[in-house]
C-alpha cells in the first residue's frame, strides 16, 4: 500500500532551472494537492485539483504551474526556480468531499541556490 | 476568509505531565478541524478530526480535542506525554462548503518533552 508517493526526495537546483516534483497516489482519490512547509508559516496551499483536468490555484501559486492528465499523478512544475522557492514540498490526496481525510506524502526537499 | 492560531510556536513539557496544544480558528460557519502531527523529516500524519460529531475527539496515541464553538477553539490534549511524542503538531480547518477540501494550516507548535 503506496499511498502517496513523491520524487525526488531531495533536490538542488541553480537559479532559472526548471524542473518537475512528482506525486502519484494509488488510492484513486480524486483530490490532489501541493503544498510547501517553511519555517514558522506553517504549510500553505500552492494548486490543488479536484480530478483529471481540473486544477486550480491556492494560496501560493505564483512560480509553478501543475496539471493533472490522469487521477493517479499530479506533478508540480517549478518553471524557472528562485531562491524563494527553496522549501519542503508536500503532495496530498484524498476523497473528494470537504472533511475526509487528506493523505500526506513523505516530503520533497528543494534547495535553490 | 479562514484563519487559524495556535498560541505558542514551541511547548515543554515534563514526561507524564498533561499536553495542551492550543488551537483557535476564524471562520464564518463552523468548520471541519484537524489535528496532524509531523515527526522529524516526514510528512504529516492525521491524529483526528472533528467534522460536526461529538465535540469531543479522540485520536491516535492517545490524544483528544474539544471543539469549543463558543470559544472557537479546539485544543489537543493529552493526560501524561512520552518521550514518543515530541514532533511538531499542526491544526487545520476547512470549510464544510466549497473548499473542495483545502486545508488552511496553522503556524504549527513543536512540542518537547524532557525526561
Known amino acids: 500500500n503506496a499511498g502517496v508517493t513523491q520524487t525526488p526526495k531531495f533536490q538542488v537546483l541553480k537559479t532559472g532551472q526548471s524542473m518537475t516534483l512528482q506525486c502519484a497516489q494509488d488510492?484513486?482519490?480524486?483530490?490532489m494537492s501541493w503544498y510547501r512547509q517553511d519555517p514558522g508559516m506553517g504549510l500553505r496551499l500552492i494548486h490543488y485539483s479536484v480530478g483529471a483536468g481540473i486544477t486550480d490555484q491556492g494560496e501560493v501559486p505564483n512560480g509553478y504551474n501543475v496539471s493533472r492528465s490522469t487521477t493517479e499523478d499530479f506533478p508540480l512544475r517549478l518553471l524557472s526556480a528562485a531562491p524563494s522557492q527553496t522549501s519542503v514540498y508536500f503532495c496530498?490526496?484524498?476523497?473528494?468531499?470537504?472533511?475526509?481525510?487528506?493523505?500526506f506524502g513523505e516530503g520533497s526537499w528543494l534547495t535553490v541556490v | 476568509a479562514q484563519s487559524v492560531t495556535q498560541l505558542g510556536s514551541h511547548v515543554s513539557v515534563s514526561e507524564g505531565a498533561l499536553v495542551l496544544l492550543r488551537c483557535n480558528y476564524s471562520?464564518?460557519?463552523?468548520?471541519?478541524l484537524f489535528w496532524y502531527v509531523q515527526y522529524p523529516n516526514q510528512g504529516l500524519q492525521l491524529l483526528l478530526k472533528?467534522?460536526?460529531?461529538?465535540?469531543l475527539v479522540k485520536g491516535i496515541n492517545g490524544f483528544e480535542a474539544e471543539f469549543k464553538k463558543s470559544e472557537t477553539s479546539f485544543h489537543l490534549t493529552k493526560p501524561s506525554a512520552h518521550m514518543s511524542d515530541a514532533a511538531e503538531y499542526f491544526c487545520a480547518v476547512s470549510e464544510p462548503r466549497g473548499s473542495q477540501g483545502n486545508l488552511i494550516f496553522g503556524k504549527g507548535t513543536k512540542l518537547s518533552v524532557k525526561p
Open positions: 472533528y467534522t460536526s460529531a461529538a465535540t
Open positions: 488510492m484513486n482519490h480524486e483530490y
Open positions: 496530498a490526496s484524498a476523497v473528494r468531499s470537504s472533511g475526509n481525510t487528506i493523505y
Open positions: 471562520s464564518s460557519v463552523p468548520p471541519y
